[in-house]
């Protein structure tokens, strides 16, 4: 197992990406705790798999937008398990929308989730990771659309842009300390989250992936798990993008 | 306690934070020239020393950052003025300034960050 007795925490984890993140990360050894804000049934159906499976794993709701929750999280999680090894900050919300229509609130609760959530789980763990483990593995899930962007998302872009850079300057800041911290930026992915624009556009879109197809959850946790993985010990400051080439930007002939 | 005994709790300590040897650990060596630290190993010894000694240390106090603002009424064409030297002499009273002071560059401020600096402060916390 090559993440046995490690523990670990996964924001937004009930669904989609975060869901395939917390399935790799059990099925690897890895206790792990993970995060949902309103989806309990899929959260409970989750936590009962992995149970089934033979992993441990633990629900707990809150919103990372949330200024307390990290805290509550990550104290309940060194209660009961005594230490993490790993944070995935995973949980994101799009509230799209062109910028001249676009509200404050718009704003704000994208980039109080994607940033400041983030923000705030590093936070809470990192007094256990960087003075009392003095190891760690932290895989903040970014986007292309930070990089490639799309009108109707300048509060999506500006906050995983943001946290591309946060991504950056804290690898620097925990290096001593044998922390990686890394970003994943996914392209088109089969989710709830991709589902609208799918429906609208999901043939155009494939058209621009060179790998033909769009991707699967699995296909980023199975970068998750390796940025967490003993194998990526010498990968930090770095943002992978998984996208099935779409970020090439070529065109197909 | 002894500055002896003193040093002789923090070496450890010293040993865990920055991860050298034992053996490069004496009184006169300097937590970054000699020692390599970085800004974050400060806070990681502060903690230490926290605990090994059971005090609160204000970090602040320890490695006094008044200076490092760059203040101009502290700081001017990369060395300590009067008033910066004064306010390192009140700010920590327990370092040995004297070799700095007689060309007090910004840039060697580093070396009064030795062990014995360390144990100085943590003996007047002690008494």
Redesign the interface.
């Known amino acids: 197992m090559l993440l046995k007795d490690q523990v670990a925490i996964v924001t937004g984890g009930s669904r989609g990406i975060g869901k395939a993140c917390v399935l790799a990360l059990a099925a690897a050894g890895a206790k792990v705790a993970f995060v949902y804000k309103g989806s309990e049934d899929a959260a409970k159906a989750l936590e009962a798999e992995i149970a089934a499976g033979g992993g441990v794993a633990k629900a707990v709701q809150g919103d990372v937008a949330e200024p307390a929750t990290a805290e509550r999280v990550v104290s309940g999680v060194l209660a009961e398990w005594g230490r993490v090894d790993i944070l995935v900050n995973n949980a994101g919300v799009i509230r799209d929308g062109l910028f001249v229509r676009m509200d404050a609130a718009d704003w704000h609760t994208v980039v109080n989730t994607n940033l400041n959530g983030t923000f705030s789980f590093c936070k809470a763990v990192s007094n256990q990771m960087v003075f009392k483990q003095r190891s760690g593995r932290i895989v903040n899930v970014s986007s292309v659309a930070a990089e490639h962007v799309n009108a109707g998302q300048t509060n999506y872009a500006a906050s995983k842009g943001a946290v591309n850079a946060f991504t950056r300057a804290l690898a620097v800041e925990f290096g001593s300390r044998n922390i990686t911290v890394n970003a994943v930026a996914p392209g088109f992915i089969e989710t709830d989250m991709s589902e609208a624009v799918r429906n609208k556009a999901g043939d155009i879109i494939k058209k621009m992936i060179p790998l033909k197809r769009l991707g699967k959850p699995d296909d980023i946790a199975n970068v998750v798990l390796f940025l967490c993985s003993p194998a990526a010990a010498y990968v930090t400051g770095q943002l992978i993008t998984v996208d099935g080439g779409l970020s090439l930007g070529a065109t197909v002939a | 306690m002894t500055l002896d005994e003193i040093f002789n709790r923090v070496k450890p300590q010293l040993v865990d934070a920055l991860g050298v040897d034992e053996d490069d650990v004496t009184m006169a060596s300097r937590l970054q020239g000699d020692l390599n630290a970085?800004s974050?190993?400060f806070?990681?010894i502060v903690?230490r020393l926290e605990r090994e000694f059971g005090l609160k240390i204000d970090r602040n106090e320890l490695f006094p950052e008044s200076i490092f603002q760059g203040d101009p009424l502290f700081l001017q064409n990369g060395m300590l003025t009067a008033a910066g030297l004064d306010e390192l002499r009140t700010k920590m009273p327990y370092a040995d300034i004297s070799k700095f002071e007689a060309n007090p560059k910004f840039e060697n401020i580093g070396d009064l960050f030795t062990v014995e600096l360390i144990a100085k402060y943590i003996q007047s916390k002690l008494k």
Do not use: S
């Open positions: 970085e974050i190993d806070l990681d903690f």
